[in-house]
């Protein structure tokens, strides 16, 4: 897999055995790069992912991770989540499933009847639909923020087909033994990361290749 910038001669080979960080320290060229991120490349933005020489499109493939401290999961992943649920609950909890529906079901007969007009309901409950009433999500919250970022990419790997990562600067938040410990494991789980960082004032690390643009706009390769 591979990512071509039109500010780079060439493109990154995103590969699933070491990182790939980029460095841009010119300012206005780093600002641009993350709004097009955020913006989910837009054609003519000058970013492209592709994949055996194939442009991707980015939604679906690629996941961009603005904010280490606030991870949030995308639709499509709680609906699969949510039918990994139905399908414990069907398989695995069944009398206590049976005995949710039929009293749900009761109740809204009972409020049916009480009420002071008549009502439709679906005959049968959607354990679906209450995950969703209920706002059934990951919960990550207690995870140090390395572990958390860490089983957030398994879990979008495991329910999504996102291909890439792209982590907005991460040097800044875990330290080189931890960034070291989390290329190690994404390398064992064949995840595909990039990182975008502002200012290169951070040494190599042994699973990274290092692209950067300084502030004249100049390249530097460093894998």
């Known amino acids: 897999m591979m990512v071509s910038f039109d500010f780079l001669s060439e493109p990154i080979e995103l590969s699933s055995e070491k990182a790939s960080s980029l460095y841009i320290e010119n300012q206005r060229l780093y ?36 904010n280490l401290y606030s991870l949030d999961f995308s639709s499509s992943l709680i609906k699969k989540l949510y039918e990994d649920f139905t399908f414990y609950a069907c398989n695995y909890m069944i009398d206590q499933t049976a005995t949710l529906k039929a009293d749900v079901l009761t109740f809204l007969e009972k409020l049916n009847e ?56 991460m040097h800044s938040c875990f330290t080189p033994g931890e960034l070291e410990l989390f290329f190690s494991e994404l390398v064992y789980q064949n995840v595909n990361i990039l990182l975008i ?27």
């Not at 709004?35 to 996941?63: A, D, H, W």
């Not at 960082?197 to 894998?223: H, P, Q, R, T």
């Open 114 to 169: 009480s009420f002071d007009c008549d009502f439709t309901f679906k005959e049968e409950l959607d354990l679906a639909d209450l995950f969703k009433i209920q706002c059934l999500k990951p919960d990550l919250g207690n995870e140090d923020i390395p572990e958390k970022v860490l089983e957030f990419v398994k879990l979008m790997k495991k329910y999504t087909s996102v291909k890439c990562f792209v982590f907005l600067n």
């Open 197 to 223: 960082e502002n200012k290169k004032c951070f040494g190599n690390l042994l699973k990274e290749a290092v692209y950067i643009v300084d502030s004249d706009l100049c390249e530097i390769v460093e894998k």
């Open 31 to 66: 600002r641009n790069t993350v709004v097009n991120l955020f913006s989910e490349c837009p054609k003519n933005c000058g970013i492209v992912f592709s994949e055996n020489y194939e442009p991707l499109r980015f939604k679906g493939n690629v996941c961009f991770v603005p």
